[in-house]
């Protein structure tokens, strides 16, 4: 189920990720703006500004909408019913059936995304995981072995936001158990080790590790990802094993930036991170020899 808290009439977070599934329907029925428009009787622009989120759309103009693109009755249902629905700043998905709409969203924000923020502290992020460190997570979570495969590609996949020709700056603080979690056995976490470091060779890229031996910082509080653009608000996302909520009040916002400094304070410089990491592979590899 979805749960929407009260807000104001900002671009949310929910409008853009609705625009950009709208947007989608419509690219792979093969329709441009300017000829939905015309089927709509509408003009070009007001179908622009319902995809980006900059005005939302009623029912009856969804319903429309789905059906000039002709979408199937899956996608019908499930975007009529969030039309229905009242909008809000603060969008909470709470459910295994709602994990497709947090993956949507997840890669909506990161797509637009120049910049990234992530304190993992129990797991290395899903924008730096491996194809076997990700598969590994999946099979322990129970999650049904139809559907790993595709999960794992998607999650690969995200890897675009910082590897495309206009990538995204990522600053990335992982917990020191992350890196010494026995994830799928001694090859799948040394490989990880290593995809980290190459990782945090590339210029867009800020790796820092957040040692056990600190004072608290905001990483024990749990996991959490602010995400920024050049052109509409930040927001945070927060995720955990059947949920997610995404954040884009000022106040929200406000308060996971002011708790970065402190993690930034207790972690180590990238260089340490680097050197540190590299310790933790070659003690894996005189265990293996």
Same mark, same amino acid.
């Given at each position: 189920?979805?749960?929407?808290?009260?807000?104001?009439?900002?671009?949310?977070?929910?409008?853009?990720?609705?625009?950009?599934?709208?947007?989608?329907?419509r690219?792979?029925?093969?329709?441009g703006?300017?000829?939905?428009?015309?089927?709509?009787?509408?003009?070009?622009a007001?179908?622009?500004?319902?995809?980006?989120?900059?005005?939302?759309?009623?029912?009856a103009?969804?319903?429309?909408?789905?059906?000039?693109?002709?979408?199937?009755?899956?996608?019908?249902?499930?975007l009529?019913?969030?039309?229905?629905?009242?909008d809000?700043p603060?969008?909470?998905?709470?459910g &295994?059936?709602? /994990?497709p *709409?947090? =993956?949507?969203? #997840?890669? @909506?924000?990161?797509?637009?995304?120049? !910049?990234?923020?992530?304190?993992?502290?129990l797991?290395?992020?899903?924008?730096?995981?491996?194809?076997?460190?990700?598969?590994?997570?999946?099979?322990?979570?129970?999650?049904?072995?139809?559907?790993?495969?595709?999960?794992?590609?998607?999650?690969?996949?995200?890897?675009?936001?910082?590897?495309?020709k206009?990538?995204?700056?990522?600053?990335?603080?992982?917990?020191?158990?992350?890196?010494r979690?026995?994830?799928?056995?001694?090859?799948t &976490?040394?490989? /990880?080790? *290593?995809? =980290?470091l190459? #990782?945090? @060779?590339?210029?867009?890229?800020?790796? !820092?590790?957040?040692?056990?031996?600190?004072?608290?910082?905001?990483?024990?509080?749990?996991?959490?990802?602010?995400?920024e653009?050049?052109?509409?608000?930040?927001?945070?996302?927060?995720?955990n094993?059947?949920?997610?909520?995404?954040l884009?009040?000022?106040?929200?916002?406000?308060?996971?930036?002011?708790?970065?400094?402190?993690?930034?304070?207790?972690a180590?410089?990238?260089?340490?991170?680097s050197?540190?990491?590299?310790?933790?592979?070659?003690?894996?590899?005189?265990?293996?020899?």
């Amino acid at each position: 189920m979805l749960r929407y808290m009260a807000g104001n009439t900002r671009r949310t977070i929910k409008a853009r990720v609705f625009g950009a599934e709208l947007r989608a329907a419509r690219e792979a029925s093969g329709l441009g703006l300017r000829g939905l428009a015309a089927l709509l009787d509408t003009s070009h622009a007001t179908v622009s500004r319902w995809e980006t989120g900059a005005r939302r759309p009623g029912v009856a103009e969804v319903a429309a909408y789905l059906q000039a693109v002709r979408a199937s009755a899956e996608v019908r249902d499930r975007l009529l019913e969030i039309a229905g629905e009242p909008d809000a700043p603060r969008w909470l998905s709470i459910g &295994m059936p709602e /994990q497709p *709409r947090q =993956l949507a969203t #997840l890669l @909506e924000i990161e797509r637009a995304a120049t !910049r990234i923020t992530t304190v993992s502290p129990l797991l290395v992020p899903g924008l730096m995981q491996t194809a076997d460190y990700a598969r590994e997570i999946m099979i322990a979570a129970e999650v049904p072995a139809s559907e790993i495969d595709t999960r794992v590609a998607v999650r690969l996949g995200r890897r675009d936001a910082i590897n495309r020709k206009k990538p995204a700056q990522l600053h990335a603080f992982v917990g020191e158990l992350a890196l010494r979690q026995e994830i799928g056995g001694d090859e799948t &976490m040394a490989d /990880q080790l *290593r995809e =980290l470091l190459k #990782l945090a @060779e590339q210029p867009n890229v800020e790796l !820092r590790v957040v040692p056990i031996r600190t004072g608290w910082h905001a990483g024990l509080e749990g996991p959490f990802v602010l995400v920024e653009f050049d052109d509409r608000d930040p927001v945070i996302s927060i995720e955990n094993r059947v949920s997610a909520i995404y954040l884009d009040e000022p106040e929200d916002v406000s308060a996971y930036r002011a708790a970065l400094p402190r993690v930034e304070q207790v972690a180590m410089s990238p260089a340490e991170s680097s050197s540190f990491i590299a310790d933790i592979v070659k003690e894996r590899e005189e265990q293996d020899a």
